[in-house]
Structure formats: structure tokens, C-alpha cells
């Protein structure tokens, strides 16, 4: 090409300029595909060590959170309720009686049937 003089050296830049295209369209596909195979790969590890992906442990997170506020606000509402007859009582709390349960009162004023 150097040989011809000007005429091969305005011609260069489209001999070279094909061929880089071409390869980088080749090197394009080329990692898509090396891309692709590895996302499949790593996939299927995931299914075969039964691991838990990244946004799964961020919604267990969530729910945990969530679970542990509505409990302490149970506890809360629970240890205040107890607090209350506490101070008022000196006793603990007890829990309610069954309803349907009443004791039966012996009269004891004497007239006899």
C-alpha cells in the first residue's frame, strides 16, 4: 500500500476502518454472550445451593422490622395496662376470669324451707 504512493495511502483508512468495525462488533457479541452463559451459570448455582438472592433477604429485613415494631407495641400496651393495676392495687395483674363462671352464695339467714 505504501508503494503506490498517494493513491493507496487515501484508500487506507477505509481498508482499516472495516475491519475495526467488524471487530468490534464480533467483540460486542462476543462478551453478550460470555455475558449470558454466566448469568445461566450463576443461576443455576443459586437454585443448586438453595441461596437466598439479595432482594429476598431485603424483604425478610422488611418483615422482620416490621414484626419486631408490632410486637414492641403489644409489649408496651401489655406492660402499661399491668403498671396501672400495679400502682393502683400494689398487685400484679391477673388475667380475667372466664366468663360463665360464677360461685354459688349459701344464704345464711336461717329460714329453713
Same mark, same amino acid.
Given at each position: 500500500?505504501? @508503494? /503506490?504512493? $498517494?493513491?493507496?495511502? =487515501? ?8 475491519? +475495526?468495525? $467488524?471487530? #468490534? +462488533? +464480533?467483540?460486542? %457479541?462476543?462478551? &453478550?454472550?460470555? !455475558? ?15 441461596? +437466598?438472592?439479595?432482594?429476598e433477604v431485603d424483604r425478610l429485613r422488611s418483615? #422482620?422490622? !416490621?414484626? $419486631? ?5 403489644? $409489649?408496651? @400496651?401489655?406492660? %402499661?395496662? =399491668?403498671?396501672? #393495676? &400495679?400502682? /393502683?392495687?400494689?398487685? %400484679? ?5 372466664? &366468663?360463665?363462671?360464677?360461685? @354459688? #352464695?349459701? =344464704?345464711? =339467714?336461717?329460714?329453713? %324451707?
Amino acid at each position: 500500500m505504501l @508503494t /503506490s504512493g $498517494e493513491a493507496g495511502l =487515501s484508500q487506507m483508512p477505509d481498508q482499516v476502518d472495516k475491519p +475495526a468495525r $467488524e471487530l #468490534v +462488533a +464480533a467483540s460486542t %457479541a462476543n462478551r &453478550r454472550e460470555i !455475558e449470558e452463559i454466566i448469568k445461566a451459570e450463576v443461576s443455576r448455582l443459586f437454585g443448586v445451593l438453595d441461596l +437466598a438472592r439479595a432482594e429476598e433477604v431485603d424483604r425478610l429485613r422488611s418483615r #422482620v422490622a !416490621e414484626l $419486631e415494631a408490632r410486637l414492641a407495641t403489644v $409489649e408496651a @400496651t401489655s406492660d %402499661a395496662g =399491668s403498671d396501672t #393495676v &400495679r400502682e /393502683s392495687t400494689g398487685k %400484679a395483674a391477673r388475667a380475667p376470669r372466664a &366468663r360463665g363462671t360464677t360461685k @354459688t #352464695v349459701k =344464704s345464711t =339467714s336461717g329460714g329453713g %324451707a
